[in-house]
Protein backbone atom coordinates (compact mmCIF):
# COMPACT_ATOMS: atom_id res chain seq x y z
CA UNK A 1 0.00 0.00 0.00
CA UNK A 2 3.22 2.30 0.20
CA UNK A 3 3.38 3.26 -3.25
CA UNK A 4 -0.58 2.84 -3.67
CA UNK A 5 -2.36 6.53 -2.96
CA UNK A 6 -5.81 5.02 -3.73
CA UNK A 7 -7.34 2.02 -3.93
CA UNK A 8 -11.00 0.85 -4.89
CA UNK A 9 -11.88 -2.67 -4.24
CA UNK A 10 -15.42 -4.11 -5.61
CA UNK A 11 -16.73 -0.33 -5.01
CA UNK A 12 -20.38 -0.24 -5.32
CA UNK A 13 -23.44 3.19 -4.69
CA UNK A 14 -27.25 2.64 -5.05
CA UNK A 15 -29.34 5.37 -4.53
CA UNK A 16 -32.85 4.81 -3.48
CA UNK A 17 -35.31 7.17 -4.89
CA UNK A 18 -38.81 7.34 -3.34
CA UNK A 19 -41.25 6.24 -5.70
CA UNK A 20 -44.83 6.96 -5.29
CA UNK A 21 -47.50 6.02 -7.89
CA UNK A 22 -50.46 8.41 -7.70
CA UNK A 23 -52.74 7.52 -10.60
CA UNK A 24 -55.90 9.54 -8.88
CA UNK A 25 -56.69 12.28 -6.83
CA UNK A 26 -58.27 9.23 -4.62
CA UNK A 27 -55.34 7.30 -4.59
CA UNK A 28 -52.96 10.41 -3.76
CA UNK A 29 -55.29 11.15 -0.77
CA UNK A 30 -55.08 7.76 0.78
CA UNK A 31 -51.05 7.68 0.41
CA UNK A 32 -50.88 10.66 2.76
CA UNK A 33 -52.23 8.44 5.23
CA UNK A 34 -49.54 5.50 4.58
CA UNK A 35 -46.27 5.36 6.40
CA UNK A 36 -44.26 3.26 4.28
CA UNK A 37 -42.97 4.80 1.04
CA UNK A 38 -41.32 2.77 -1.93
CA UNK A 39 -38.48 2.83 -3.24
CA UNK A 40 -36.64 2.53 -6.63
CA UNK A 41 -32.83 0.91 -6.29
CA UNK A 42 -30.47 3.41 -8.41
CA UNK A 43 -27.44 1.29 -8.82
CA UNK A 44 -24.24 4.04 -9.75
CA UNK A 45 -21.45 2.30 -9.29
CA UNK A 46 -20.77 -1.40 -10.09
CA UNK A 47 -18.09 -3.25 -9.26
CA UNK A 48 -15.46 -0.74 -9.37
CA UNK A 49 -11.76 -1.87 -8.77
CA UNK A 50 -8.95 0.47 -9.03
CA UNK A 51 -5.80 1.34 -7.97
CA UNK A 52 -4.41 4.54 -8.57
CA UNK A 53 0.32 4.97 -7.57
CA UNK A 54 1.26 7.91 -5.80
CA UNK A 55 2.26 10.54 -8.45
CA UNK A 56 0.08 9.28 -11.14
CA UNK A 57 -2.36 12.08 -13.54
CA UNK A 58 -5.24 9.45 -14.00
CA UNK A 59 -8.07 10.63 -16.32
CA UNK A 60 -11.92 9.40 -15.50
CA UNK A 61 -13.85 9.79 -18.72
CA UNK A 62 -17.84 9.12 -19.36
CA UNK A 63 -21.29 10.10 -20.53
CA UNK A 64 -23.47 12.03 -18.30
CA UNK A 65 -24.68 9.85 -15.65
CA UNK A 66 -22.23 7.21 -16.29
CA UNK A 67 -20.62 7.74 -12.60
CA UNK A 68 -17.76 9.70 -12.80
CA UNK A 69 -18.89 12.75 -10.00
CA UNK A 70 -20.36 10.07 -7.82
CA UNK A 71 -16.76 8.25 -7.90
CA UNK A 72 -15.02 11.26 -7.01
CA UNK A 73 -17.55 12.16 -4.36
CA UNK A 74 -16.90 8.86 -2.60
CA UNK A 75 -13.38 9.54 -2.90
CA UNK A 76 -13.87 12.95 -1.29
CA UNK A 77 -15.91 11.13 1.49
CA UNK A 78 -19.04 12.95 0.69
CA UNK A 79 -20.71 9.95 -0.05
CA UNK A 80 -20.04 6.81 1.78
CA UNK A 81 -20.25 3.33 -0.86
CA UNK A 82 -23.26 1.30 -0.38
CA UNK A 83 -20.37 -1.54 -0.58
CA UNK A 84 -16.53 -2.16 -1.01
CA UNK A 85 -13.29 -1.43 0.14
CA UNK A 86 -11.73 2.72 -0.69
CA UNK A 87 -8.57 2.96 0.57
CA UNK A 88 -6.90 7.07 0.64
CA UNK A 89 -3.10 7.19 1.00
CA UNK A 90 -1.91 10.67 1.82
CA UNK A 91 -3.87 13.95 2.50
CA UNK A 92 -6.79 15.21 0.15
CA UNK A 93 -8.14 18.64 -1.54
CA UNK A 94 -11.23 18.11 -3.75
CA UNK A 95 -11.90 20.25 -6.81
CA UNK A 96 -15.35 19.37 -7.39
CA UNK A 97 -17.58 21.46 -6.19
CA UNK A 98 -15.53 24.89 -6.11
CA UNK A 99 -16.78 27.71 -3.22
CA UNK A 100 -18.28 24.97 -1.10
CA UNK A 101 -18.02 26.48 2.28
CA UNK A 102 -18.09 30.46 0.60
CA UNK A 103 -20.36 32.67 2.72
CA UNK A 104 -22.39 35.41 0.52
CA UNK A 105 -22.95 37.85 3.46
CA UNK A 106 -19.06 38.38 4.21
CA UNK A 107 -16.74 40.31 1.58
CA UNK A 108 -13.72 38.77 -0.89
CA UNK A 109 -11.06 39.27 1.37
CA UNK A 110 -12.90 37.19 4.40
CA UNK A 111 -14.16 34.38 2.26
CA UNK A 112 -10.17 33.98 1.13
CA UNK A 113 -9.46 33.31 4.75
CA UNK A 114 -12.67 31.12 5.80
CA UNK A 115 -12.27 28.94 2.63
CA UNK A 116 -8.61 28.28 2.58
CA UNK A 117 -8.87 27.32 6.84
CA UNK A 118 -11.62 25.13 5.08
CA UNK A 119 -9.42 23.15 2.38
CA UNK A 120 -6.88 22.84 5.73
CA UNK A 121 -4.66 26.54 5.09
CA UNK A 122 -3.47 27.93 8.52
CA UNK A 123 -4.29 31.74 9.18
CA UNK A 124 -0.64 32.19 8.74
CA UNK A 125 -0.45 30.23 5.60
CA UNK A 126 -3.69 31.95 3.59
CA UNK A 127 -1.59 35.32 5.26
CA UNK A 128 1.55 34.36 3.57
CA UNK A 129 -0.63 33.49 0.13
CA UNK A 130 -3.34 36.24 -0.08
CA UNK A 131 -1.79 38.39 -2.32
CA UNK A 132 -0.92 35.35 -5.07
CA UNK A 133 -4.51 34.11 -4.50
CA UNK A 134 -5.65 37.69 -5.49
CA UNK A 135 -3.56 38.07 -8.65
CA UNK A 136 -4.20 34.91 -9.57
CA UNK A 137 -7.92 35.41 -9.40
CA UNK A 138 -7.47 39.34 -11.20
CA UNK A 139 -10.08 40.60 -8.32
CA UNK A 140 -7.68 42.81 -6.94
CA UNK A 141 -10.51 45.63 -6.93
CA UNK A 142 -13.40 43.65 -5.45
CA UNK A 143 -11.99 42.24 -2.13
CA UNK A 144 -13.86 43.87 -0.07
CA UNK A 145 -17.38 43.83 -1.59
CA UNK A 146 -19.47 41.10 -0.12
CA UNK A 147 -19.43 37.99 -2.34
CA UNK A 148 -22.70 37.87 -3.15
CA UNK A 149 -22.30 40.75 -5.12
CA UNK A 150 -19.74 38.84 -7.02
CA UNK A 151 -21.00 37.45 -10.39
CA UNK A 152 -20.94 33.97 -10.51
CA UNK A 153 -17.48 33.72 -12.83
CA UNK A 154 -16.09 36.05 -10.06
CA UNK A 155 -16.94 33.55 -7.10
CA UNK A 156 -15.56 30.54 -9.12
CA UNK A 157 -12.04 31.77 -10.25
CA UNK A 158 -11.82 32.87 -6.44
CA UNK A 159 -12.49 29.59 -5.37
CA UNK A 160 -10.01 27.86 -7.73
CA UNK A 161 -7.39 30.63 -7.15
CA UNK A 162 -7.89 29.39 -3.12
CA UNK A 163 -8.02 25.45 -4.09
CA UNK A 164 -4.81 25.44 -6.09
CA UNK A 165 -2.84 26.80 -2.67
CA UNK A 166 -4.19 23.76 -0.60
CA UNK A 167 -0.57 21.14 -0.49
CA UNK A 168 -2.21 17.93 -0.16
CA UNK A 169 -0.79 14.95 -1.62
CA UNK A 170 -4.20 13.80 -3.62
CA UNK A 171 -6.07 16.45 -6.15
CA UNK A 172 -9.60 15.47 -7.09
CA UNK A 173 -10.69 17.88 -9.88
CA UNK A 174 -14.18 18.01 -12.03
CA UNK A 175 -13.84 19.58 -14.90
CA UNK A 176 -11.61 22.64 -13.48
CA UNK A 177 -10.37 23.54 -16.83
CA UNK A 178 -13.92 24.78 -17.77
CA UNK A 179 -13.21 27.39 -15.14
CA UNK A 180 -14.02 31.36 -16.14
CA UNK A 181 -13.39 32.66 -19.69
CA UNK A 182 -10.97 31.59 -22.61
CA UNK A 183 -7.38 33.75 -21.27
CA UNK A 184 -8.02 32.40 -16.86
CA UNK A 185 -8.75 28.87 -18.30
CA UNK A 186 -5.15 29.39 -20.03
CA UNK A 187 -3.81 30.07 -16.31
CA UNK A 188 -5.46 27.04 -15.04
CA UNK A 189 -4.25 24.86 -18.06
CA UNK A 190 -0.51 26.11 -16.85
CA UNK A 191 -1.36 25.04 -13.18
CA UNK A 192 -2.45 21.83 -14.70
CA UNK A 193 1.22 21.25 -16.35
CA UNK A 194 3.32 22.69 -12.91
CA UNK A 195 0.83 19.85 -11.29
CA UNK A 196 1.52 17.21 -13.70
CA UNK A 197 5.42 17.77 -12.97
CA UNK A 198 5.15 17.64 -9.22
CA UNK A 199 4.73 14.60 -7.25
CA UNK A 200 1.21 14.86 -6.30
CA UNK A 201 -1.65 12.16 -7.35
CA UNK A 202 -4.55 13.69 -9.64
CA UNK A 203 -7.65 11.92 -10.35
CA UNK A 204 -9.25 14.34 -13.27
CA UNK A 205 -12.28 13.96 -14.49
CA UNK A 206 -13.29 15.51 -18.28
CA UNK A 207 -14.95 15.79 -21.62
CA UNK A 208 -12.37 17.19 -22.88
CA UNK A 209 -10.02 14.23 -24.36
CA UNK A 210 -7.13 16.65 -25.39
CA UNK A 211 -6.87 17.47 -22.09
CA UNK A 212 -6.83 13.93 -21.04
CA UNK A 213 -4.42 13.02 -23.52
CA UNK A 214 -2.07 15.82 -22.75
CA UNK A 215 -2.08 15.44 -18.53
CA UNK A 216 -3.30 12.15 -17.89
CA UNK A 217 -0.70 9.17 -17.77
CA UNK A 218 -3.28 6.75 -18.00
CA UNK A 219 -7.38 7.01 -17.82
CA UNK A 220 -10.21 5.10 -17.25
CA UNK A 221 -13.76 4.78 -19.54
CA UNK A 222 -17.02 4.63 -16.95
CA UNK A 223 -19.97 3.88 -18.47
CA UNK A 224 -23.56 2.67 -16.79
CA UNK A 225 -21.40 2.20 -13.74
CA UNK A 226 -18.84 0.27 -14.75
CA UNK A 227 -15.10 0.85 -16.22
CA UNK A 228 -15.42 -0.30 -19.54
CA UNK A 229 -12.06 0.94 -20.79
CA UNK A 230 -8.58 2.13 -19.09
CA UNK A 231 -4.96 2.15 -19.77
CA UNK A 232 -3.43 4.19 -22.65
CA UNK A 233 -5.06 8.14 -22.42
CA UNK A 234 -5.35 8.19 -26.06
CA UNK A 235 -6.79 4.73 -26.80
CA UNK A 236 -9.08 5.36 -23.63
CA UNK A 237 -10.19 8.93 -25.44
CA UNK A 238 -10.77 7.17 -28.50
CA UNK A 239 -13.39 4.14 -26.81
CA UNK A 240 -15.05 7.29 -25.75
CA UNK A 241 -15.26 8.83 -28.54
CA UNK A 242 -16.56 5.94 -30.02
CA UNK A 243 -19.23 5.26 -27.46
CA UNK A 244 -20.81 8.56 -27.92
CA UNK A 245 -21.61 7.77 -31.36
CA UNK A 246 -22.30 4.17 -30.88
CA UNK A 247 -25.70 3.83 -32.03
CA UNK A 248 -24.97 5.57 -34.91
CA UNK A 249 -22.16 3.60 -35.92
CA UNK A 250 -23.69 0.30 -35.83
CA UNK A 251 -26.73 2.27 -38.13
CA UNK A 252 -24.25 3.21 -40.08
CA UNK A 253 -23.39 0.89 -43.40
CA UNK A 254 -20.46 2.64 -44.18
CA UNK A 255 -17.35 1.47 -42.42
CA UNK A 256 -15.09 3.86 -40.62
CA UNK A 257 -18.17 6.91 -40.60
CA UNK A 258 -20.09 7.37 -37.99
CA UNK A 259 -22.57 10.80 -36.37
CA UNK A 260 -26.25 11.50 -36.24
CA UNK A 261 -25.96 12.39 -39.74
CA UNK A 262 -28.10 15.59 -39.59
CA UNK A 263 -25.21 17.63 -41.32
CA UNK A 264 -22.49 15.72 -43.80
CA UNK A 265 -19.47 15.73 -45.30
CA UNK A 266 -18.49 15.53 -48.60
CA UNK A 267 -15.78 15.94 -51.26
CA UNK A 268 -12.82 15.31 -49.06
CA UNK A 269 -9.54 15.90 -51.28
CA UNK A 270 -6.04 16.24 -50.40
CA UNK A 271 -3.07 17.41 -52.85
CA UNK A 272 0.54 17.76 -52.51
CA UNK A 273 1.53 20.80 -54.25
CA UNK A 274 5.59 20.92 -53.96
CA UNK A 275 5.85 21.76 -50.60
CA UNK A 276 2.69 22.29 -49.50
CA UNK A 277 -0.34 20.26 -48.61
CA UNK A 278 -3.88 21.08 -49.35
CA UNK A 279 -7.08 19.44 -48.10
CA UNK A 280 -10.21 20.52 -48.36
CA UNK A 281 -14.02 19.10 -47.48
CA UNK A 282 -17.44 19.92 -47.88
CA UNK A 283 -20.08 20.29 -44.94
CA UNK A 284 -23.97 20.78 -45.73
CA UNK A 285 -26.68 20.91 -43.34
CA UNK A 286 -28.96 18.32 -43.96
CA UNK A 287 -31.61 18.22 -41.86
CA UNK A 288 -31.68 20.99 -40.12
CA UNK A 289 -30.17 24.87 -39.10
CA UNK A 290 -27.39 23.82 -37.48
CA UNK A 291 -24.96 26.96 -34.94
CA UNK A 292 -21.55 26.76 -34.89
CA UNK A 293 -20.29 23.13 -36.03
CA UNK A 294 -16.69 22.43 -34.98
CA UNK A 295 -14.71 21.29 -38.22
CA UNK A 296 -11.23 19.46 -38.17
CA UNK A 297 -9.09 16.50 -39.50
CA UNK A 298 -6.27 14.31 -38.32
CA UNK A 299 -3.46 13.27 -40.21
CA UNK A 300 -2.29 9.78 -39.81
CA UNK A 301 0.65 7.72 -41.26
CA UNK A 302 0.82 3.65 -42.71
CA UNK A 303 1.25 2.38 -39.65
CA UNK A 304 -1.70 4.17 -38.12
CA UNK A 305 0.38 6.56 -35.95
CA UNK A 306 -1.50 10.10 -35.34
CA UNK A 307 0.88 12.79 -36.56
CA UNK A 308 -1.20 15.63 -36.86
CA UNK A 309 -4.48 17.37 -36.05
CA UNK A 310 -6.29 20.23 -35.80
CA UNK A 311 -9.52 22.11 -35.62
CA UNK A 312 -11.34 24.99 -36.19
CA UNK A 313 -12.27 25.34 -32.16
CA UNK A 314 -8.60 25.15 -31.19
CA UNK A 315 -7.86 27.53 -33.48
CA UNK A 316 -10.72 29.88 -32.51
CA UNK A 317 -12.29 29.84 -35.82
CA UNK A 318 -16.10 30.62 -35.90
CA UNK A 319 -17.77 28.08 -38.51
CA UNK A 320 -21.03 30.70 -38.07
CA UNK A 321 -24.52 29.35 -38.48
CA UNK A 322 -25.69 27.16 -41.35
CA UNK A 323 -29.61 27.02 -42.53
CA UNK A 324 -30.83 23.60 -43.71
CA UNK A 325 -29.34 23.11 -47.44
CA UNK A 326 -26.49 25.41 -46.49
CA UNK A 327 -22.61 24.59 -46.65
CA UNK A 328 -19.27 25.68 -45.84
CA UNK A 329 -15.79 24.18 -47.07
CA UNK A 330 -13.04 23.75 -44.81
CA UNK A 331 -9.54 24.52 -46.90
CA UNK A 332 -6.12 23.95 -44.92
CA UNK A 333 -2.89 23.96 -46.50
CA UNK A 334 0.14 23.08 -44.38
CA UNK A 335 3.71 22.69 -45.17
CA UNK A 336 4.66 19.28 -46.43
CA UNK A 337 7.05 18.16 -43.73
CA UNK A 338 6.14 14.24 -43.87
CA UNK A 339 8.46 11.47 -45.14
CA UNK A 340 8.29 9.72 -48.19
CA UNK A 341 5.00 7.38 -47.89
CA UNK A 342 1.43 7.17 -47.67
CA UNK A 343 -1.16 8.85 -45.25
CA UNK A 344 -4.57 9.12 -44.56
CA UNK A 345 -6.51 12.06 -43.22
CA UNK A 346 -9.82 11.58 -41.24
CA UNK A 347 -12.24 14.59 -41.73
CA UNK A 348 -14.98 15.19 -38.63
CA UNK A 349 -17.38 17.71 -37.92
CA UNK A 350 -18.75 18.11 -34.35
CA UNK A 351 -21.90 19.62 -32.34
CA UNK A 352 -21.17 23.04 -30.92
CA UNK A 353 -20.61 21.33 -27.71
CA UNK A 354 -17.34 19.33 -29.10
CA UNK A 355 -18.89 15.90 -27.70
CA UNK A 356 -21.11 14.52 -30.49
CA UNK A 357 -20.43 14.14 -34.08
CA UNK A 358 -22.40 15.11 -37.19
CA UNK A 359 -20.60 13.04 -39.42
CA UNK A 360 -17.31 11.39 -38.56
CA UNK A 361 -14.80 9.28 -41.82
CA UNK A 362 -12.36 7.76 -40.82
CA UNK A 363 -9.34 8.13 -43.32
CA UNK A 364 -12.00 9.49 -45.93
CA UNK A 365 -8.92 10.45 -48.41
CA UNK A 366 -5.18 9.53 -48.47
CA UNK A 367 -2.12 11.44 -50.37
CA UNK A 368 1.32 9.76 -51.11
CA UNK A 369 4.78 11.75 -50.29
CA UNK A 370 7.81 11.26 -52.41
CA UNK A 371 11.38 12.29 -51.57
CA UNK A 372 14.52 12.09 -53.73
CA UNK A 373 16.87 13.04 -50.40
CA UNK A 374 17.05 10.27 -48.04
CA UNK A 375 16.49 10.83 -44.55
CA UNK A 376 15.51 9.33 -41.41
CA UNK A 377 12.53 9.72 -38.66
CA UNK A 378 9.38 11.02 -39.02
CA UNK A 379 9.68 14.30 -40.23
CA UNK A 380 11.46 16.40 -42.56
CA UNK A 381 12.47 20.10 -41.23
CA UNK A 382 14.12 22.63 -43.57
CA UNK A 383 17.43 23.52 -41.85
CA UNK A 384 20.86 25.23 -42.00
CA UNK A 385 23.58 23.05 -41.47
CA UNK A 386 27.02 24.25 -41.62
CA UNK A 387 31.13 23.13 -40.26
CA UNK A 388 33.59 25.20 -38.81
CA UNK A 389 37.18 24.41 -38.56
CA UNK A 390 38.28 25.14 -35.13
CA UNK A 391 41.75 25.71 -34.79
CA UNK A 392 43.52 25.16 -31.61
CA UNK A 393 44.92 28.25 -29.55
CA UNK A 394 48.53 28.38 -29.20
CA UNK A 395 49.99 28.14 -25.79
CA UNK A 396 50.91 31.37 -24.68
Not at 205 to 228: R, T
Not at 250 to 266: F, L
Not at 380 to 389: E, F, I, S, Y
Request: proline residues 2%; charged residues 30%.
Amino acid sequence: MSNIAISLKLVNKIFKLPHERRDTLKSAFVNIFKAKTSYEEYHVLKDISLEIKKGEFVGVVGRNGSGKSTLLKILSEIYKPTSGDVKINGSLTSFIELGIGFNPELTGRENVYLNGVILGLTKKGVEEKYDEIVAFAELEKFMDQKLKNYSSGMQVRLAFSIAIQAHNDILLVDEVLAVGDADFQKKCATVFKQIKNSDKTVVFVSHDMSAVKEYCDKAILIEDGKIISSGDPEKVANDYTQLFNKEAVEASKEEGRWGDMQAVISNVSAKVNKDIIDVKYKFTAKKKEIKDPIMGLIIRDASNNHLFDTNTKWKKISTGTLKKGEAIELHLTMPNIFQAGQYSISVAAAHEDGYNFYDWQDRAVTFDVTRNQATAGMLVLDTDLKLRKITRDKPV
